[in-house]
């Protein structure tokens, strides 16, 4: 992968330098220079720039650089949890854009062969669908959820854009793609039909105004993810940066914080991204934002709890539920708390639902369903698989 790797800036390497000790950037390892590539073996966490920004709609021409977002993270205390990361720099735009897709896929299917977690700092967020693509051989069927204000999904005969490329990871062969939820999103922001298209393919679609309502509702959501994105444009304006996101709304500071912690607690979680990152030389707020995300997502990978042993019934307490003609099994790990629904196995239609036969919910669910509710996430996971 090293062909594909810029390392680190000097300026950076060097701003480490005057950092006080016991912070991050004293403890984890950095690609310095091309005569000294970092160690990979037995390291949990790799971040990665990838300064693509090319197919966003907007793109004006200029480069990218995280140098500014390195610097807030290098700059942060650990907490009280182990670290093995190495910063491994950045993939430089390719001749043109298919390019950097290829670069950014092969380097993320190498690290995720590795048993490593990749984190990207990414450019236009088109660079999802390399991010996607890399788990073509690691994952069959995964679960994708878009941290956004927008769905992208866009038109998969177009050209992709950072406003249209889940289109192409939908109709793209091969066909991993088993959901796509998107947490966040604000309906003046996205055309009617794509709002329809989200619903008749029975993907999770979560509203901002909810969420700021109750956020622990991101959690089941994340739970069930392999791959998480962000596009960072979803933080209000005032709480990222004036200069460079317009929005008003979105989510505010400690509320994406806990997404992404939300996003590391989830054990199923083998990659994390945040795009639409500008060059945030000149808005510290925003590089320190982006860098506590990066922090908490972190923390959540180091406070993962196993509680996904189903064939241990010491782990679970176990709860049926009669509704109508149905019986909906629930199922409460005894270590934390978390609530599963059980899907019925149909295998009739497709066996897709090997890896699914538990869903992750929450325990209003269960209490909706003790009144007679059958949960919307058991319905779709169901219409889903008998597609």
């Not at 950037?25 to 920004?53: A, D, H, M, T, W």
Request: proline letters at 4%.
């Amino acid at each position: 992968m090293i062909q594909y790797l810029t390392p680190v800036d000097k300026s950076v390497v060097a701003h480490r330098e005057i950092l006080p000790n016991g912070v991050l950037g004293k403890q984890i390892n950095i690609y310095q220079n091309e005569s000294n590539f970092p160690q990979l073996e037995g390291v949990k966490f790799v971040l990665l720039g990838v300064r693509e920004c090319r197919n966003d709609v907007d793109y004006m021409g200029g480069t990218l650089n995280f140098d500014a977002v390195r610097k807030s993270f290098y700059a942060l205390y650990p907490g009280n949890w182990p670290l093995s990361l190495v910063d491994l720099g950045d993939i430089m735009p390719g001749h043109e854009p298919a390019d950097t897709y290829f670069a950014l896929k092969s380097v993320v299917a190498e690290l995720l062969e590795l048993g490593i977690l990749p984190i990207i700092l990414g450019g236009s967020q088109d660079l999802l669908y390399a991010h996607y693509r890399a788990f073509d051989q690691i994952i069959t069927m995964l679960n994708l959820v878009n941290i956004d204000h927008r769905f992208d999904l866009g038109d998969a005969q177009a050209a992709i854009s950072n406003k249209s490329y889940v289109g192409k990871i939908i109709v793209d062969e091969p066909y991993n793609l088993f959901n796509y939820s998107v947490l966040g999103f604000q309906s003046y922001l996205n055309p009617p039909e794509e709002i329809a298209l989200m619903d008749k393919l029975h993907f999770d679609a979560c509203r901002l105004g909810a969420l700021t309502h109750d956020l622990s509702l991101a959690e089941p959501i994340l739970r069930n993810a392999s791959l998480v994105s962000m596009d960072v444009s979803c933080i209000k304006s005032g709480d990222l940066s004036g200069h460079y996101h317009k929005s008003p709304n979105g989510f505010d500071s400690r509320e994406i914080c806990a997404m992404a912690r939300y996003a590391g607690i989830s054990n199923r979680v083998k990659s994390f991204g945040l795009y639409e990152l500008k060059t945030f030389d000149s808005d510290e707020r925003a590089s320190n934002l982006i860098a506590q995300i990066l922090w908490y997502f972190i923390e959540g990978v180091s406070f993962r709890v196993d509680d996904e042993d189903f064939y241990n019934d010491r782990d679970f307490i176990t709860y049926s539920v009669p509704i109508d003609d149905l019986v909906l099994v629930f199922k409460k790990s005894n270590k934390t708390g978390r609530w599963w629904v059980e899907l019925p196995f149909n295998s009739k239609t497709d066996n897709n639902l090997h890896n699914h036969a538990l869903l992750p919910c929450t325990y209003d669910e269960y209490i909706g369903a003790t009144n007679q509710e059958i949960p919307e996430r058991w319905l779709k996971a169901r219409l889903k698989n008998e597609v």
